[in-house]
């Protein structure tokens, strides 16, 4: 006998384009082994978390195709299977726990799924115990201080190694991975640009986040035209979220040893847009690098992005962009926000206070 | 009054597409400064040779073209001027010179020009004096001692950086760079896959260079599953001399954590091929490296790449392909081959015995 879990899964595996709400349901089930009442679970180790936050990622369209070349190449990016709930970062408080490292009470992020109640199984060592007395909401943990931050932390600094004074781009500014991006740029002396889907945001990246300055993509007939534009001397480092006819224009503004960090490329997912063919001419004269990279080969960073975001945090140098939704029903609509652009910052969502 | 020196030259910046003979031609000019009857030279320094051997490359099409990207980006890819020398790498005989460093008789090996006689300017920092001591044949110092010989190595050591038993695939395989970089990873125990663009090509690869497998990209309707079938465990390593679609091909084919040498792009620097579109989810997903090179920012792996492909070739482990044509008048034609695959090895020209 189980409790209720209510998750949202997908009816069908997506076949190409853009999803639909309709493509998604919220479902429930008594079959997981929540012998809550009883504090015991099936599993020796297995830890039972009741989720608060969880995270919205585009990747996961990816992983909800009948095929993506990505699944077969990671193992976070597997094929998810209609029907089961979708795993997903999160936060949330243990409920119960067979694990000597996690008790009862104790605020853990790691692996959850979109779902009420997520059981980790086999020594949840994708799980970590959030320290409270840092005293930071608890939904920077699956935001600033989760994968997010990792992903733009370690991504700009051990990926692009960048030198003070280089000029560096960022695509989909207003995103949780790029607005990091941007402010770890601006606070390690480089020149920052990024670019953004409306007026708003172009807004938000100037005047909030300290961007030296920012372009609406979309006001932009060439895309070429407007990176040399916004950058007379060139590009050292492109941070590219979004492939396509983007990380074309910046190749061609590229400068000598110019570096791409490929960390997502959200304008090819829906298959909508063009696979980016960038100048190989470009590549090799310019001696340009182009690295896709995932954060969790980076996780020798960690300890140091923890230390130095918590500290940026601290002394108010960096600000924290979260798009908040409310309750597991609003999945759907936040996940299909991510392609059309209406999220600003991370996308989370609060499943329970 | 200086003697008579014959060049070849573009009669016009090449606009497009392949270029034909027509676009060449041989002037005569006695206005270079080659007062030799008295031993003096123009400026201080200069060093003047008589050219012996003269190297054809690919890459000098970029440079005669009316606009291509590599033009701004690289030194030594600036825009070849319409009636001028076109400069070239080579081997040639000093037979005048200002500078200490040289003297009347020595071998040098380095910038020199498709012409008749070079005027080394400033200091010949450009030129280095070949140790004939080595006995190997002259020409090697155009080839496999030369540019494309420290461009296979250091384009495979130092950018692709290469494992015992990984899965290395070259294109254009049987050329100057490609031949070398099969018969190095060979000796440092990778399996090696090459492709080419004939049977004869081919059966080289296996029969006299020791890859481990070739193919006939020609006949292939699928170049992915080409690579697909000679590489079941995925490609680790890409040294891409061609672009375009064996790109994507090579891409969709890597491993995690593959590594793309990006060294050239013959199929595209005619613009008959499409520019390559590789899935960038690949790229990300299996945290792949695409690296544009050239060989002179390698210059700290000289030392080692000389003493090694030396003792390669004392010891009879590495085949030297040369591809050698007479006379300057030649050179139109020799050029005009390397993009229709008409080479086997490096393509040399001989001026002067």
New interface residues.
């Given amino acids: 006998m189980g409790m209720e879990n209510r998750y949202v899964t997908i009816k069908d595996n997506i076949a190409a384009g853009m999803p639909t709400e309709s493509s998604f349901e919220l479902r429930s089930s008594r079959a997981t082994p929540l012998a809550i009442e009883g504090g015991s679970l099936g599993s020796q180790q297995d830890v039972l978390v009741k989720n608060l936050y969880l995270s919205v990622d585009p990747y996961q369209l990816?992983r909800m195709k009948k095929f993506?070349?990505?699944q077969k190449?990671?193992g976070f990016?597997s094929r998810v299977l209609p029907g089961q709930a979708i795993d997903a970062f999160g936060v949330g408080r243990v409920v119960a726990s067979n694990n000597g490292e996690f008790k009862e009470g104790d605020v853990v992020a790691g692996l959850l799924g979109w779902e009420e109640y997520t059981v980790v199984k086999s020594g949840g060592n994708m799980l970590t115990k959030v320290d409270l007395t840092c005293g930071f909401p608890l939904s920077y943990h699956a935001s600033i201080l989760g994968p997010s931050g990792l992903t733009a932390y370690a991504g700009f600094y051990d990926v692009c190694k960048p030198k003070m004074g280089e000029k560096v781009f960022v695509s989909a500014a207003s995103g949780s991975v790029g607005s990091l991006v941007g402010q770890y740029a601006k606070l390690s002396g480089c020149y920052v640009v990024g670019c953004s889907g409306t007026k708003e945001k172009v807004d938000l990246l100037t005047q909030k986040l300290g961007f030296d300055d920012a372009f609406n993509y979309k006001e932009e007939p060439d895309l070429k035209s407007a990176l040399q534009r916004h950058f007379p001397d060139g590009i050292d480092i492109y941070f590219?979220n979004v492939?396509g006819k983007m990380?074309e224009a910046a190749i061609?503004n590229m400068n000598?040893f110019g570096r791409v960090a490929?960390?997502?490329?959200i304008s090819?997912?829906t298959g909508e847009s063009?696979?980016?063919?960038?100048?190989?001419?470009?590549?090799?004269?310019?001696?340009?690098?182009?690295?896709?990279?995932?954060a969790y080969?980076h996780l020798h960073c960690q300890a140091e992005f923890m230390s130095t975001t918590s500290e940026y945090l601290r002394d108010g140098k960096i600000r924290v962009l979260e798009h908040i939704s409310q309750g597991l029903e609003s999945i759907p609509s936040a996940f299909l926000g991510l392609f059309r652009g209406d999220n600003v910052g991370k996308t989370l969502i609060r499943v329970s206070d």
């Fill in positions: 990816n993506s070349s990505s190449s990671a990016a590219d492939g990380l061609a000598i490929a960390c997502g490329a090819e997912y063009a696979p980016a063919a960038p100048d190989v001419l470009d590549v090799i004269y310019k001696r340009i690098t182009i690295r896709g990279f995932l080969d």
